[in-house]
């Protein structure tokens, strides 16, 4: 089941490619697995999945613990400021890094740590009031300041579209975070490369890599819908 779904991914992969003219080892799938249950992530695992994304702090530290060791980590939710210190040493990447404070605190924790945290800088792209995220025109400023910090390195940017039934919707914001990367590249600042775009979800990943996506982010397409509990 779960082995077909990352096969049907990668197809997709290839065909986006494709059409885009890219060459599909230059999108990431990261096999969102939050909510899923060890077992299924163990399903991807042996499908041939090594990067994997949490949203949820705890959550990751779990499932690091139980899950082989040559698997890539990525955290792809907010974060909170007091449980950077968890995590710093276990992942490959933060995607969602959206403020000075919050990389001080990613700064500070890889300075004791002694380790280089790669982050990205979550973009709220399309403006919406209900997600985080930094403005596109409030990037660059924020991204100076960030680059200033040891122990961190600024590897490109993420966002999370808006919720649409037509993928097509959200081909504009691709591309303007594509733009808005390029345009940072340009600036040439000290301790930054824009090499990561992590754009694209199960409902619109397809389009995302004709934009120029290098890690896509898919968790229904992979494990199915996932059941919350009502609490
Ligand atoms: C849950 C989540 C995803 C995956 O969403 P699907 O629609 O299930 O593919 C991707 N990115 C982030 C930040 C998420 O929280």
Known sequence: MIRDNIDQVGRNISRACEKAGRSPDQVTLIAVSKTKPVSLLMEAYHAGCREFGENKVQELLDKYELMPKDIKWHMIGHLQRNK????????????????????????????????????????????????????????????????????????????????????????????????????????????????ILSMGMTGDYMIAVEEGATCIRVGTGIFGERQYQVK
Do not use: W
């Open 84 to 195: 950077v210190k968890y995590i710093v040493d276990k992942v490959v990447l933060i995607h969602s890094v959206d403020s000075l404070k919050l990389a001080e605190e990613i700064s500070r924790e890889a300075l004791k740590k002694q380790v280089e945290v790669s982050i990205l800088i979550e973009v709220n792209i399309a403006g919406e009031t209900t997600k985080y995220g930094v403005k596109p025109q409030e990037t660059e400023a924020l991204i100076r300041e960030i680059a200033a910090l040891p122990g961190i390195c600024i590897q490109g940017l993420m966002t999370i579209a808006p919720y649409v039934d037509e993928a097509e919707e959200n081909r504009q914001y691709f591309a303007q975070l594509k733009q808005l990367a390029v345009d940072i590249n340009n600036k040439n600042i000290d301790n930054v490369n824009m090499s």
